[in-house]
């Protein structure tokens, strides 16, 4: 069973066409939210991690939001350099103490189109 | 700051042949971390390591083994190739919550 299911799979916008990636999360006790991108033949770029119910991060044009099941990484006004894969990742309670290893999902694979 | 690099960037192996992956950082992280990276897959965690010395099997460990016997370096190690192992593997490190990836090595087994 998945414990982060991210959505849709690819998303294709034109230049400025705000929109939203989804990641849901079956894990209870959350231990921190992470949003990575991943750029062609690279490795996963950290970029936000969000800790508890109505946090918000913000970074140029990316905005990552938490609830209690799910979080949204918000786009406003995309440009072709946003074009990227998204990857959101969960730290489960599993561990009893320390850094735990991320469960992360399969990812957003979002096109900008000019 | 180099930050996280992994030795080979490519390398193709014949079924059979075995090969040693290696990851330094020079973050001074505690944790380190190898996944691998397939097609649909997503991230998987192949082994971690909470610090020097130690090692502990993620979610898919079969086929492979790890080795932390100094605090900046991970090794992972293929002994006996598969076509199945064909993938990205990709080498992480972490001193609090957020893991900093490394560039990635691509394998390709025939």
């Known amino acids: 069973e998945d414990q982060v299911t991210q959505s849709p799979e690819a998303l294709r916008l034109q230049e400025g066409e705000s929109s939203s990636l989804n990641c849901s999360y079956t894990v209870s006790g959350l231990r921190g939210l992470f949003w990575y991108r991943q750029d062609p033949g690279k490795g996963p770029e950290f970029l936000f991690t969000?800790?508890?119910a109505g946090e918000e991060k913000e970074k140029e044009r990316l905005k990552a939001t938490l609830t209690k099941k799910e979080s949204f990484l918000h786009i406003t006004a995309p440009k072709p350099e946003d074009s990227a894969t998204y990857l959101c990742a969960v730290r489960p309670p599993a561990f009893p103490s320390g850094n735990t290893p991320l469960v992360f999902g399969k990812g957003t694979r979002l096109s900008v189109i000019a | 700051n180099a930050g996280v690099t992994q030795t080979p960037k490519f390398r193709v192996l014949k079924t059979g042949q075995s090969m040693t992956l290696l990851c330094a950082q020079d973050m001074n992280h505690e944790y380190m971390y190898w996944y691998r990276q397939d097609p649909g897959m997503g991230l998987r965690l192949i082994h971690y390591s909470v610090g020097e010395g130690t090692t502990a099997k993620g979610e898919v460990p079969d086929g492979y083994n790890v080795s932390r016997l100094k605090k900046q370096n991970f090794l992972l190690g293929l002994e006996s190739a598969a076509p199945s192992q064909t993938s990205v593997y990709f080498c992480?490190?972490?001193?609090?919550?957020?893991?900093?990836f490394g560039p990635g090595t691509r394998l390709t087994v025939t």
């Open positions: 992480a490190s972490s001193l609090v919550a957020e893991q900093y």
């Open positions: 969000l800790y508890s």
